[in-house]
């Protein structure tokens, strides 16, 4: 699967999620919080746009991507879940410990779980 973005695409997703934050803490109570948000993920946003012959960058903004970058971004996806799996789980056993229920991460281990037996179902169809 193939997919070509506008190299404006990263940058302004990280500008639009920077509003939402902003929008979030500010009803949140915390209107400084979103100003700090709006201000890392625009940051973020101009570093994609202008981040110049990075390969690295180029490949994040979507332009300059090839096969080599497309499997370092399945593998880069692939261990950045893995981590958050085992993050989930050990918040989910450190509340258990605590006497909670374990939520949220009780929700958040279902779904992950889930969507990697969906995952493996639908692929192994599909090849």
Do not use: C, N
């Not at 070509?4 to 990263?10: E, N, V």
């Not at 746009?49 to 991507?65: A, F, K, P, W, Y």
């Amino acid at each position: 699967m193939q997919t070509t973005r506008s190299k404006w695409f990263l940058p302004l997703f990280a500008v639009a999620l920077g509003f939402a934050m902003l929008a979030v803490e500010w009803i949140g109570g915390s209107p400084a919080g979103g100003l700090i948000a709006l201000g890392i993920m625009t940051a973020f946003g101009a570093l994609v746009l202008l981040g110049g012959r990075s390969e690295t960058v180029r490949g994040l903004r979507g332009d300059g991507r090839d096969e080599r970058f497309r499997q370092i971004d399945v593998a880069a996806t692939a261990i950045a879940g893995l981590v958050v799996i085992a993050a989930i789980i050990v918040a989910f056993m450190v509340e258990v410990a605590r006497g909670h229920d374990g939520s949220p991460y009780t929700w958040l281990g279902a779904i992950a779980g889930l969507a990697y037996l969906v995952a493996v179902v639908v692929l192994r169809v599909r090849g």
